[in-house]
């Protein structure tokens, strides 16, 4: 299986604006981490969000995408990308597709991304625009992610794209030992904080790298719908 990185053609329109982006990633958000910054300029990520929002991709905020879900901010997605620290051998399990801007960033870095998404049309769409850039290395699949995907387990790496009450414990089981999970913790909007979870041979040890805004994680390990969270 070829694992070199796919290469994608950067268009002349929002050449500019993405190398803007990126800068601002360097300088304003201390994003450390070349490759991640190199893989945030090369995927395009104005084919991810909706025609009419193209203009505002590159700007640093979230903005939605269909079934009333959002693609995260760009610090988020490359925050979030630098906590995992990636190497072309990395096996990554990534929840929440949404869009497929995370799992094409991720595919980018990482030797192979398997990725859930519990929204059909979301599932859909995300890997339809993958496959459109040449990615290959990276799959997406309609099911509750809350219950991980254990044919391709134990992962070296977990992304977790949705806020839930807690790590969901089959995630947990899954990652390998010196593995490591990134996923937002929270039982409310104003309550979510960004957790690094590590995995090692005595337990898991756990990072807080501050405040962050999700969608609820939907599944049986997280909340059971858009209204049902705590506080």
């Known amino acids: 299986m070829n694992l070199s990185a796919p290469t994608f053609a950067l268009p002349q329109d ?25 893989a945030m300029r090369e995927i395009p990520r104005h084919l991810f969000v909706p025609e009419a929002l193209q203009s505002r991709a590159y700007g640093d ?8 879900q959002t693609i995260s901010q760009p610090y988020i997605v490359a925050r979030m990308t630098e906590l995992l620290a990636l190497d072309r051998q990395s096996r990554v399990l990534e929840i929440g597709a949404g869009s497929g801007y995370q799992t ?15 929204i059909p049309e979301l599932a859909r769409s995300a890997q339809a625009r993958i496959r459109h850039l040449g990615i290959y290395n990276a799959t997406v699949k309609c099911f509750d992610g809350t219950l991980g ?11 977790v794209a949705a806020s839930g009450p807690e790590v969901p414990e089959p995630l947990l089981f899954q990652l390998k030992i010196g ?53």
Request: glycine share 8%.
């Open 104 to 118: 094409a960033i991720l595919a980018r870095l990482a030797g192979q991304v398997y990725s859930i998404e519990r």
């Open 61 to 68: 905020h979230a903005l939605p995408i269909e079934a009333g």
């Open 179 to 231: 593995g490591r999970l990134v996923m937002p913790v929270g039982n409310s909007p104003e309550g979510q904080r960004l957790t690094l979870v590590m995995r090692t041979e005595r337990g898991y040890v756990r990072e807080d790298h501050g405040p962050c805004a999700f969608v609820p994680l939907i599944g049986r390990y997280g909340w059971t719908s858009t209204n049902s969270r705590k506080g």
């Open 14 to 38: 929002f050449r500019l604006a993405r190398e803007r982006m990126v800068e601002r990633l360097r300088v304003h958000h201390l994003i450390r981490d070349e490759r991640v910054l190199a």
């Open 149 to 159: 995907w254990r044919t391709h387990a134990p992962y070296d790496r977990i992304l």
